[in-house]
């Protein structure tokens, strides 16, 4: 794969990328696969990762067990290329909004809606008679240079799929910041992960979103290993990350709307942080970390309500 500049077409967008097998008379029972991208709009990476496997799935005629769904997050966002509409989709996506959404109440923000559909295609599929178990991956970007890695919830079937990923996988997150798409679907019962692919620019970010999406049908049994170059995508991966150690989120430095927060600059994902070093201004204040660890999601852009989190070995 090369690493270049692609981009995103959005005159053509549509809320389901695609599905595969196309014709449901092609379809044997397995498992099925959930791929979202663009849950943040200014995160393209995943939904072009998504088109790339479509257009090698279908080029090449592979073979699938069960299916592969891929959807765009928010559409209104990615379109206008900018994080949200009104709130961040990947905070409102709880069962008490699916649950006024269902009564039929109208909620007061664009990313209601954007939650609305992308819950009707997840119902739709567990209702598929030859969907076996729904798994999911949900592609994200972030604002600093970062290698790959996964986030994942607690829940242990979920980290133990995750590790069989060859990134490094960080669990709990869902304990600071729930609503998040990857936290929704796992409520219903689905296992899976939040991929973080690299910075939002950087073409790299989409090889390894797309990557990732060719190991995991390898190891959910829906594709054959050797229908791919499977060690190339798998090495990729395994040689992006400096670490492949498993970590717990341990404190999480929150904004509010009216506050001004500045990291400062250096900091990577996974940089080793010590005990009393300075991290950011709030404010204008310092704010120094009280633990020793690492720095997670350092935020280098101006909207988010997350300036870091510090995580510590799992």
Request: hydrophobic share 35%; aromatic share 10%.
């Amino acid at each position: 794969m090369k690493a270049n500049r692609e981009i995103l077409d959005k005159e053509t967008l549509t809320r389901v990328i695609g599905q595969y097998p196309y014709e449901p008379t092609n379809q044997t029972r397995g498992s099925y696969l959930l791929v979202s991208g663009g849950i943040h709009g200014n995160e393209p990476s995943g939904v072009l990762a998504i088109q790339r496997v479509f257009k090698k799935l279908r080029k090449e005629n592979l073979s699938l067990k069960g299916k592969m769904v891929g959807v765009t997050g928010n559409l209104v966002a990615l379109k206008k290329g900018v994080r949200m509409i009104d709130k961040d989709l990947n905070r409102v996506c709880t069962l008490k909004n699916e649950e006024q959404l269902k009564a039929g109440k109208a909620l007061d923000f664009h990313e209601a809606s954007e939650f609305n559909e992308l819950m009707k295609i997840i119902e739709n599929l567990e209702d598929e008679e030859l969907n076996t178990n729904l798994h999911f991956m949900d592609l994200h970007t972030t604002s600093s240079n970062t290698p790959p890695y996964i986030s994942v919830n607690r829940r242990e079937e979920s980290f133990n799929f995750a590790k069989q990923m060859p990134l490094p996988v960080v669990k709990g997150i869902e304990k600071y910041i729930p609503g998040h798409f990857d936290h929704y679907q796992t409520m219903r019962g689905h296992t899976g992960f939040t991929m973080e692919a690299g910075q939002h620019d950087d073409p790299k970010s989409i090889d390894y979103h797309e990557a990732a999406i060719w190991v995991i049908m390898v190891k959910t049994d829906m594709l054959e290993k050797t229908a791919i170059p499977y060690d190339h995508y798998h090495s990729l991966l395994e040689n992006a990350s400096p670490t492949h150690d498993n970590f717990e989120v341990t404190y999480r430095q929150e904004i509010g709307e009216d506050h001004y927060f500045r990291m400062d600059p250096g900091y990577a994902n996974f940089s080793k942080i010590n005990k009393g070093q300075r991290l950011a201004t709030l404010d204008g204040e310092t704010i120094v970390s009280n633990y020793s660890g690492r720095v997670f999601l350092p935020l280098y852009q101006t909207q988010g309500s997350d300036g870091f989190f510090i995580v510590k070995p799992a």
